[in-house]
């Protein structure tokens, strides 16, 4: 018998990355031997151990070979003639396809350290790309979702999924292979995804390969901006920056969804560029307010969120209105210089009535950390809106030149054209 560590161990070891999930493969070992050894099987689909005491989990060798539609049509082989090689071959990506050997299950340290890697994971790490191993990757679905994850995950060090493997993805899509995917299982990638250091990563690769609206059944809008720059990018950059919790980037993810698709869906001359302006990135009316909400339940009809995830974006919507309210109350009280005790007693009186309300809706009495988490996640929404225009304004600014102004200007005027053009363009990026 051989024992392996392999997977993700040796991926993010090579990247000098911590990982706690040390995944095992036996070769040359059977069924009856780990029972023998006291090991705990996992389930009767594939054959996979539990360490009795430190519950490690270790799998024998094992070969799929594709019976069915979807990702549990698969006819197992783990046989002791199963070699490390073809166990390797049957995994997502290269750079999950690599093992280190160990000495043996009562020693699981290197032998000597050396990287077992039969499909180039190691080249495909160094050029910092995300490839399929072979096209078996084609024949479970859920594989379309882990790739996207993984780019969420790596983006930030360069990573990018190479073209053959979103060609292989697209196919895949356009097959109907995708259908078969369980609500439970595309929540299950995506509240995953939604926790890396860039989530949005998940959704471009989605929708660039059209799986987005097979997956989601057409909930989303066709043109939502997902560009690194665009508002949807920043605010769950953010996110993962603040460290937020999954039910407050799931409340941003939704929000941000719902304007693109409330824009898309009444206005027939819909364009991406739109959603950078201030009067479309504003949750400011009712109608935005009602287009989030009901974001949030499609998205509940879509795919098995859990109710604590769903309630806690609901609430945040249903509260997004009297939040701004309870902050302009509170920033004039603090700069109040009106002299007036009727004025002054009438926006008391005002601020009173809405505080009391949202201690009623958050039960913000009982539990303070809800309300904070409420007030934390439309802060950032705010913050992302004033990053995004303030960055298409220092574009607009950057572009104009002195080509854009008169010639035979000279000294302070040529100063107060620029100026002047700079604002125009900047104007028009606000409009």
Known sequence: MQVYLVGGAVRDALLG??????????????????????YLPVGADFPVFLHPQSKAEFALART????????????????????????????DLTINAMAIQ?????????ID?????????????????????????????????????FYGRYKGMGFDVDDSTLMLICTMVASGELNSLTRERVWQETSRAMMQDYPHAYWQLLQHTNA???????TFPTLVDLSDDGLLAVALRLCADRCLNLSQRWAVFTAMMAKSHDEKTHDKTYDNSRLNTQQNQSFNHNTDVDAWQMMIQKLDKSITIPKKISKFAQLTAKNALMMDKLLMHTLQSVAMTDSSNVNTNAKLSNQAQIMTEFINTTKANKDAKTWQQIYDVLALMKQAQMMVQMQHAINAFCAVGMNDIEPNLSGQAIGKALNEKRQQRIRQTLS
């Open 212 to 218: 987005m609206q097979v997956i989601f059944s057409g």
């Open 64 to 91: 799929e070979r594709k019976q069915g539609m979807g990702y549990l049509g698969f006819e197992v082989d783990s046989r002791p003639s199963v070699t490390l090689a073809e166990d390797l071959l049957r995994r």
């Open 113 to 149: 350290g050396t990287i077992i890697d039969p499909y180039g994971g190691k080249q495909d790490l160094q050029a910092r790309r995300l490839k399929h191993v072979s096209d078996a990757f084609a024949e479970d679905p859920l594989r379309v979702l882990r790739v996207a994850r």
């Open 102 to 110: 160990l000495h043996g299950l009562d020693d699981l340290t290197p």
């Open 17 to 38: 990355l911590d990982n706690q999930d040390q995944d095992y493969v036996l070769v040359g070992a059977n069924v009856q031997q780990m029972l023998d050894l006291g």
